[in-house]
């Protein structure tokens, strides 16, 4: 999915009624911020970003979607999107927690080979530590 389709999927779940919509305001953020990183890249770590980037957002889509379809979302999503009220800012948090810490593994994994993540670490380190600031 080229970076356009997953600023406008991320624009349309932020426009709708789904608790989604909060963590569509930052995600699309990130991926915004994430361009002036990777444009100081080369090109072949401006691809591997764009791999990883569409798988990761997937992730977020696939359990935005299911919610929309009214049915059970992915284990990591399954409380964020659980139908229990929670704040903007507890729905951000929970929606961090829930891609970060279960759906980066899995973009990587299904992504890329062995060597092409130790090829990647670096810079993937690199951007981690941008988005903690």
Do not use: C
């Not at 426009?15 to 911020?33: D, E, H, K, M, T």
């Not at 284990?75 to 229990?84: A, R």
């Amino acid at each position: 999915m080229e970076k356009n389709l997953v600023l406008a999927k991320l624009d349309s779940v932020q426009q709708s009624a789904s608790p989604g919509r909060y963590f569509a305001g930052l995600y699309i953020n990130a991926v915004n911020n994430a361009d002036n990183f990777w444009n100081t890249k080369t090109e072949e770590q401006k691809k591997l970003n764009l791999r990883f980037e569409s798988r990761f957002a997937s992730l977020f889509f696939a359990a935005s979607d299911s919610f929309s379809l009214n049915k059970q979302p992915p284990p990591v999503w399954e409380y964020f999107f659980s139908g229990e009220e929670h704040s903007a800012l507890q729905y951000q948090l929970l929606g961090i927690n829930a891609h970060i810490n279960g759906d980066i593994y899995q973009a990587l994994t299904q992504e890329f080979s062995l060597q092409e993540l130790k090829a990647y670490k670096a810079n993937f380190l690199a951007f981690g530590k941008l988005l903690a600031e």
